[in-house]
């Protein structure tokens, strides 16, 4: 696996001039144009390294982006991981106690017996996003990879990718087993709630690229929500529509045992292995295969590698969606 540092391609943007905000909640921010339409909420820094959501809504508070319908709320999540990040040491930016994207369920927030900087950002949070309608939230990957949609297991998260267009690959999946995403809390992930999220993989932690790819996603989520107009956005935002969409379905994840796990090459993500039972990994000693033939490697990484965590998710192409020109 390649365990190369990657550059830091991007300026980290001053985000303290955000803290105060008229939803009492530190760093997110709620304008309302009281003309009726969804709550549209873009967040950043689910993960306090990952910096490309960070540059985009930083740009758009700085560019007192309204909402002519609805509500828009502009939010940084782990900012206490972020105000720590140590470029000596990137990867151990992502968190302070532990992952902020798997708290999100309504048990977990509720028990008082359990703590964490984490959680108590996550408490904070909570009342504004049980009031959103439409989340995008915005990461990045460990491995440079192209970026990807995140849409969680249900249809309407992969109508939403078809009709946002862009990234390329749209992973459908049940989330880890460490714990819920914030894109699968409560109506997000419910079948029956009107209430949709996609979370976007905007490219490498660090590079450039990824946000170009934030920016673009985020004004056209925007204008598909219907909160704003095209005209609204910062110019230049938006990038050409891949021509193909590529809807690819988890069906497992692969979970470390130990820290004794190893890929068979220097993987980055959306391989295709042709025949089934080919090895991609040792786990403690044993081989890792994949189950079916044209199996794809989704996000692979060993940077947070320890016991209980997911390296990497296995995925079979179930549609091809050409772009009409």
């Known amino acids: 696996m390649n365990a190369q540092a990657y550059p830091i391609e991007v300026a980290f943007p001053d985000i303290s001039t955000h803290e105060r905000s008229d939803t009492g909640i530190a760093y997110v921010h709620t304008f309302d144009s009281g003309i009726d339409g969804p709550h549209v909420m873009i967040n950043a820094l689910t993960h306090g390294n990952e910096v490309c959501g960070a540059i985009v809504v930083d740009a758009l508070l700085r560019a007192k982006l309204r909402p002519r319908r609805g509500k828009l709320t502009l939010a940084f999540a782990n900012v206490d991981a972020y105000a720590r990040f ?121 590079e450039a690229g990824a946000v170009a790819v934030a920016r673009d996603v985020t004004a056209r989520f925007l204008v598909l929500s219907n909160v704003v107009d095209e005209a609204d956005l910062p110019e230049g ?11 690819v379905r988890v069906t497992e994840p692969v979970v470390a045992k130990s820290l004794d796990f190893r890929f068979a090459g220097d993987y980055t993500g959306l391989e295709v292995f042709p025949e089934a039972d080919s090895v991609i990994a040792w786990s403690d000693g044993e081989a890792v295969r994949t189950p079916y033939p044209d199996c794809m490697l989704v996000m692979p990484s060993l940077r947070q590698l320890r016991a209980g965590v997911t390296v990497v998710r296995l995925g079979k192409i179930e549609k091809r969606i050409a772009r009409t020109q």
């Not at 040491?89 to 999100?104: I, S």
């Not at 949070?125 to 990807?148: A, N």
């Not at 819920?180 to 992930?189: I, L, V």
């Not at 050409?240 to 809807?247: F, G, K, Y």
């Open 86 to 206: 140590d470029p000596s040491k990137p990867d151990a930016g992502r968190f302070v106690d532990q992952d902020f994207n798997r708290v999100w369920t309504a048990q977990t927030l509720d028990n008082s017996a359990l703590d964490s900087s984490e959680l108590r950002r996550a408490r904070a949070m909570r009342p504004v996003i049980d009031t959103v309608d439409l989340l995008l939230d915005l990461h990045s990957m460990h491995e440079k990879s192209k970026p990807l949609i995140v849409a969680g297991p249900l249809d309407k998260g992969i109508a939403l990718s078809e009709r946002l267009g862009t990234p390329a690959t749209v992973i459908c999946d049940e989330g880890h087993p460490e714990g819920r995403r914030m894109r699968d809390y409560e109506g997000f992930g419910d079948a029956r709630s009107a209430k949709n999220a996609l979370l976007i993989e905007c490219g490498q932690h660090w």
């Open 237 to 247: 935002w938006t990038l050409p529509l891949p021509d193909e969409m590529l809807i």
